[in-house]
């Protein structure tokens, strides 16, 4: 299995920008795409945007098209969001989630994105 692991989540007021980073260990070698999920509280789990290993395919929710970006660093298997003019909405804990080409198998335990108003 692929262990994920979330960092860069923290406090920061609307309008401003934080950087989220997903470390990928283990089975790396079977990653298909990488993507970025969000729950916040009371709400079902969303997509946020993914990426594509072998390729340069990206995708993003509508909320979030202009303000996000996903990048990934092949030699570190690791994939960042860059997210920008960020709006109380936005508040949610983030998850990375890694799989194959039929869906994605192994998701990280999530960090904290809090926006202040």
């Known amino acids: 299995q692929v262990q994920l692991v979330e960092s860069g989540g923290g406090l920061v007021q609307a309008g401003g920008s934080l950087r989220l980073s997903c470390a990928a260990s283990?089975?790396?070698?079977?990653?298909?795409?990488m993507a970025w999920f969000r729950q916040a509280p009371g709400k079902e789990r969303e997509f946020v945007a993914s990426?594509?290993?072998?390729?340069?395919?990206?995708y993003y929710a509508d909320s979030v098209k202009g303000r996000f970006t996903i990048s990934r660093d092949n030699a570190k298997i690791t994939v960042y969001l860059e997210m920008n003019s960020l709006k109380p909405e936005d508040t949610a804990v983030y998850y990375c989630?890694?799989?194959?080409?039929?869906?994605?198998?192994?998701w990280g335990q999530g960090t904290q994105v809090t926006v202040s108003s």
């Open positions: 989630a890694a799989g194959g080409a039929t869906g994605y198998s192994d």
């Open positions: 283990g089975r790396t070698f079977s990653i298909y795409r």
């Open positions: 990426i594509s290993w072998g390729g340069a395919g990206t």
